[in-house]
């Protein structure tokens, strides 16, 4: 099976096997947004369950804890 490489670059696993993503919103027209929102954008952000199934599908050889809560 091939891994969807533009997936790839998006999503990654922690060391407990839950999948983290960025989150969107904080590539431009920054300035109107304060600094408490720009933070906020800033750190990563775990997948949601019911998104798990297609990130799994798109990338096959992640080390994912299907488990982890």
Same mark, same amino acid.
């Given at each position: 099976m091939k891994t969807h490489k533009a997936s790839a +670059?998006?999503?990654?696993v922690t060391g407990r096997g839950k999948i #983290?993503?960025?989150?969107?919103? +904080?590539? @431009?027209?920054l300035a +109107? +947004?304060?600094a408490k929102r720009r933070l906020r954008l &800033?750190?990563? @952000?775990? #997948? &949601?369950?019911s %998104?798990? %199934?297609n990130?799994?599908?798109a990338l096959p050889y992640l080390k994912v804890n299907r488990e982890a809560k």
């Open positions: +670059k998006r999503f990654r #983290v993503r960025r989150r969107a919103g +904080k590539q @431009h027209l +109107k +947004k304060n &800033s750190k990563m @952000h775990p #997948v &949601s369950r %998104d798990y %199934d990130v799994i599908g």
